[in-house]
């Protein structure tokens, strides 16, 4: 990144007001180091911020060549994309064997009948709901252990 506009740019802005511009002129020489030293340092602190929102490996770096900075741009491991969300619906169904207590498939079949479903498309809604994704899986609650209560089921 060529300084040398923003300098001229920023001497042009300050002669013009200037009663002795010799003197005016002499003074911007000496700042010019300083003025290529605060913006390499805040090029830097800019490439540091972006860097930490970027994926890992990769990162900003202020490079200097000659007298002026330029950004370079490490980048490193692609990300893999995340694999597609499956179906919410899957034609093909699975058998399976539940055995529950009598008391709990008797509550399940009440359930099922208030709900005006079926016994399977009752059970089919309840473990659908407890495995959406993004609901905390905790541990259920039980009696002197610590955990997440499940909610849902009868």
Known sequence: MDLTPYLDQLRDSLLRGSEDEAS???????????????????????????????????EIQVRLVGRDPYLHVEIGQPIAPPPPPEPEEDRSATRITLRLPDGVKRRADEAAEAEGISLNAWITNAVRHAAEPGRNRGSRHRRGMLGNQMTGWV
Do not use: C, I, W
């Open 24 to 58: 005016t002129r002499r003074l911007l020489d000496q700042l010019e180091p300083s003025f290529r030293l605060t913006v390499m340092q805040l090029l830097s602190d800019a490439a540091a911020g972006l860097s930490h929102d970027l994926p890992p490996d990769t």
